[in-house]
């Protein structure tokens, strides 16, 4: 089993829709938790962290479900800009990132 | 520029030769790590330092990979006796602690 698991999608969306992410981990010992955005052949660059009680950043929604051990990412009104494969990534020590979740926004 | 730097961008090369590349972290990280990534796959944990130690290297890494971080600055992966399958993304990214990581461009290897 993998350590982190995501669907890859993709998911295609229309401009302004609501999507959602889920991602899974194994180590019940992960210690923090982030999402990370990774544009076509481009290096990850951090999206937001995810902390326990959930937090949001303008469109951008992640919670943590330590009991189950998932994590998720809301986009609400989704813009074009937002088409990139989102990385679900854990700590356990050292960063583990998941496989991705390729979005794509279509107007 | 003060973020990670990685030199070369892309590297062509025969298979059976051995390649080195270099990332020059964010001066103040004590973290430096290497991922490799794949078309379609996250970045895959290679190993990582903190300052100088290297404190765990994958299992699914062979003994043809080593990376090593003179002086906690900057560091070096070498490949010996490259293989197609080696052929990928190499990514270094660096971090204070265990806050969040900046990455590098990476180093495009192509194995003919």
């Known amino acids: 089993r993998k350590e982190v698991e995501q669907d890859p999608g993709p998911f295609n969306v229309p401009e302004g829709a609501t999507v959602a992410f889920n991602c899974t981990y194994s180590?019940?010992?992960?210690?923090?938790f982030f999402w990370y955005r990774q544009d076509c052949r481009k290096e990850p660059k951090l999206l937001m962290s995810?902390?326990?009680s959930g937090n949001e950043d303008g469109r951008f929604t992640a919670q943590l479900n330590r009991a189950s051990q998932y994590i998720s990412l809301l986009i609400r009104d989704s813009k074009l800009s937002d088409s990139a494969t989102y990385l679900c990534v854990v700590n356990t020590d050292k960063l583990i990132f998941g496989t991705g979740t390729r979005l794509q926004v279509f107007p | 520029d003060t973020g990670v730097s990685q030199d070369p961008r892309h590297k062509i090369t025969k298979r059976g030769q051995n390649v080195t590349f270099r990332c020059d972290p964010i001066?103040?990280?004590?973290?430096l790590y290497w991922y490799r990534q794949t078309l379609g796959q996250g970045p895959e944990f290679l190993t990582y330092f903190q300052n100088e130690a290297q404190l765990e290297k994958s299992r699914l890494l062979s003994d043809r990979f080593s990376a090593e971080r003179p002086k906690g600055s900057f560091s070096t992966l070498e490949i010996q006796r490259t293989e197609q399958g080696d052929s990928a993304m190499y990514l270094c990214a660096s971090g204070q602690g265990q806050e969040k990581l900046f990455f590098g461009s990476g180093t495009q290897l192509s194995v003919l």
């Open positions: 995810v902390y326990s």
């Open positions: 180590n019940s010992a992960s210690q923090s």
């Open positions: 001066s103040e990280h004590n973290r």
